[in-house]
């Protein structure tokens, strides 16, 4: 059980919400740039089955937001992880 009234205690615990916080910031970035960048490789990639209607660009955008969510997840990127240091390096409060 953590003191309450430890100052150590209450420090330790602001640190890894500040991490966790972070992290957190980092992976919602990282999902946010790699839509974004998927909406344009799809733009790009040539006309569907369903030809060039709002249809297809609407089911691009779930597309390219899953696709973006499944490699933010798998942090193979180190997008997330170079956002959570730099904003835990300048006293992260995101």
């Known amino acids: 059980m953590i003191d309450p009234t430890d100052p150590r205690a209450a ?8 991490k ?3 992290a957190e910031a980092g992976k919602q ?12 490789m799809l733009k790009n990639a040539g006309k569907g089955a369903i ?11 779930f597309l390219a937001e899953a696709i973006a969510k499944k490699v933010a997840d798998s942090g ?19």
């Not at 420090?11 to 500040?18: G, S, Y």
């Not at 030809?51 to 955008?61: F, H, L, M, R, V």
Request: no cysteine; glycine share 8%.
């Open 11 to 18: 420090l330790a615990m602001t640190k890894t919400d500040t």
């Open 51 to 61: 030809g060039s209607s709002n249809a297809e660009q609407t089911w691009n955008s």
């Open 76 to 94: 193979t990127t180190g997008i997330a992880q170079s956002v959570e240091r730099m904003l835990t390096a300048y006293g992260g409060k995101p």
């Open 20 to 22: 966790a916080r972070a």
């Open 29 to 40: 970035f990282e999902t946010v740039f790699l839509t974004q960048t998927m909406q344009e």
